[in-house]
Every structure is written in structure tokens, then in C-alpha cells.
């Protein structure tokens, strides 16, 4: 039956050939990308010249994703994205206060934190005002964020009912 492969000694010869393609097919692809690199530090624009032009680079990123200064006077709502809050859902709940506030253009700031400790009451989710003062929401829904987004974050209304008090009760 004819395989289409050698046999014997032609076997080893074709085996080793094979080999030595798969090497060289590596070092042209190593040499395509030290080219390239190479390339990149040949261009006049990859060095950067002086603190000014980081500096730069720093507002123009900070300007792009749309960083404040002024964090510590904002209304911040953090969502508990450990293991046991991504297990109980908290990712979509992430999501719907990150288009819900969008959507109401509100200056809010929304962020993502590791374990709270209360993994019962997962997905949980901290407001913190610019005053200091915290409201601690529990079992989060997407529906329950946008009422929360509505109600407290626009409305300034503390939804009690999904509030850490009201699970107790």
C-alpha cells in the first residue's frame, strides 16, 4: 500500500527535511519581526525627546478615556467584581450602570473592585458620595441598576429596598 511517504532510509532523509523546514520557516518569521522592529527604531518618531512631549502624551491619553482630576468630588459607583460577584452576575449589572449613566449623560464615575466580603449579597454594589457617605446595594439585577441609576444617581433618591438594611430586615 503506497502512503505517499518514503520508507527505509528515504524515510529518515524526508523526516529530517521536514524538520529542517519547520527551523527555517521559524528564523524567517524571527527575521520578518526584527525587521520590523528594527523599522520601528529606525523611525525619528520612537524616541521620545523630553518630559514636555510625555507630559503630552499623558493629557492626550488622560483626555481619551476621559479621566478627571477632580475624582474626589464625584459620585462613584463601584460594582464587586471578584469571583463570587461575576458568578452572580455582576458583569451585566457593570454593564447596564455604564449605559444607563451614558445614556443619562450624568457625571458618574463607574469602576470595578475586588471582593466586598458579603459574597451572600452578591452582585453587590457600593455608591459613594462626594460627601463620604456610602450606600451599599445588594443582589443587583440590570433592572435594579437602572432603577438605581434613575432613582438615586439622578434622582437622589436612596432606593432602600435594594439597600444592605432591607436584606437584614
Do not use: W
Not at 519581526?33 to 507630559?55: A, G
Not at 463601584?78 to 460577584?85: D, H, L, P
Amino acid at each position: 500500500m503506497d502512503t505517499g511517504k518514503p520508507e527505509g532510509a528515504a524515510s529518515i532523509i524526508y523526516s529530517v527535511g521536514a524538520h529542517i523546514c519547520s527551523h527555517i520557516a521559524i528564523i524567517l518569521s524571527m527575521n520578518k519581526t526584527y525587521n520590523s522592529v528594527k523599522h520601528l527604531r529606525d523611525e525619528e518618531d520612537y524616541y521620545m525627546k523630553s518630559l514636555e512631549e510625555l507630559k503630552a502624551i499623558r493629557e492626550k491619553a488622560k483626555a481619551n478615556m476621559g479621566i478627571r482630576e477632580d475624582r474626589e468630588n464625584m459620585v462613584r459607583v463601584m460594582v464587586g467584581m471578584a469571583t463570587c460577584g461575576i458568578a452572580a452576575g455582576a458583569r451585566p449589572v457593570l454593564s447596564a450602570f455604564v449605559n444607563e449613566i451614558a445614556n443619562e449623560k450624568l457625571d458618574v464615575i463607574v469602576g470595578q473592585t475586588g471582593c466586598i466580603g458579603i459574597c451572600q449579597y452578591e452582585p453587590v454594589v457600593e455608591i459613594f458620595e462626594p460627601d463620604g457617605s456610602k450606600t451599599t446595594y445588594v443582589k443587583m439585577t440590570p433592572e435594579r441598576a437602572a432603577k438605581v441609576v434613575h432613582r438615586h444617581l439622578k434622582g437622589g433618591e436612596i432606593v432602600n429596598e435594594y439597600t444592605i438594611g432591607s436584606v437584614n430586615k
